[in-house]
């Protein structure tokens, strides 16, 4: 069976070891077509966003520079993409247009000297403007209104950033449905391919297992692993299918 990531997974893998072998490991690599399925946004607007596109005589820059270029004319993402594509995403279905934040991922960007700041721990929206974390000396948090540039005291929602594990505020984990569901996206793991926690194997190798040994039971015992673990790896796959045909 094909793995819900399909032939453009593989051919991107090919493409990383013809490139190199070591200069991704611990960023990740995913096609628009592979961080739709994990994000639940459009292939499409993806690579609109990290690609710039052009509506008539209008010309929009993209969001950002991607992490990974392999030179090929191809749009591809690192982790950190993936998850400023997840927070991108959040803002704009809040009502904020793409033009915003690409102004305030610039802004950002010079506050904070940090090349993709939408998915670090500081950053939060209220859904009208765009807001950065702060602490100040004292301490407390300050929220800072990136276009008034002034200090702002709110509760603002966060589920942009829910289920990621961060190091030092940087995303360095993600967990898609949550760390109960153990299965977890990891740059340091397979290029970033989501993976089973407890056997630490790709899912898409446990999904594929389980449909050529016709059970998880069966499946479990080629790869020493629990089948409980070959399970989890099959319902991610199978609500990945749902996300893509809806």
């Given at each position: 069976m094909d793995s819900v990531f399909g032939k453009n997974q593989t051919?991107?893998?090919?493409?990383?070891?013809?490139?190199?072998?070591?200069?991704?490991?611990?960023?990740?690599?995913?096609?628009?077509?592979?961080?739709?399925?994990l994000l639940g946004v459009p292939a499409a607007k993806i690579s609109r966003w990290l690609r710039g596109h052009g509506i008539g005589e209008q010309h929009y820059d993209q969001l950002w520079q991607p992490e990974v270029d392999l030179g090929d004319g191809h749009v591809y993402l690192g982790f950190r993409d993936?998850?400023?594509?997840?927070?991108a995403s959040a803002f704009i279905e809040r009502g904020l247009s793409a033009q915003k934040v690409r102004r305030a991922t610039e802004l950002a960007r010079e506050m904070v000297v940090e090349e993709r700041p939408l998915s670090t721990a500081k950053f939060r929206t209220d859904g009208r403007s765009v807001f950065?974390?702060?602490?100040k000396e004292d301490g407390s948090d300050a929220m800072v209104d990136l276009f008034r540039q002034q200090h702002v005291f709110r509760e603002v929602i966060e589920p942009s950033l829910k289920n990621i594990e961060f190091v030092d505020g940087i995303p360095a984990k993600w967990w898609p449905n949550g760390k109960q569901a153990r299965i977890v996206v990891d740059p340091r793991r397979s290029f970033g391919q989501p993976v089973e926690s407890e056997s630490n194997i790709p899912t898409a190798v446990l999904s594929a297992a389980a449909e050529a040994e016709g059970s998880a039971e069966a499946a479990a015992?080629?790869?020493?692993?629990s089948a409980a673990a070959v399970r989890r790896a099959v319902e991610f796959h199978k609500i990945q299918t749902q996300r893509l045909a809806a």
């Open positions: 051919s991107a893998r090919e493409r990383v070891a013809a490139v190199t072998s070591t200069s991704l490991v611990g960023i990740g690599l995913y096609t628009p077509s592979e961080a739709s399925r993936l998850m400023e594509v997840r927070v950065l974390q702060l602490t015992k080629v790869w020493q692993v």
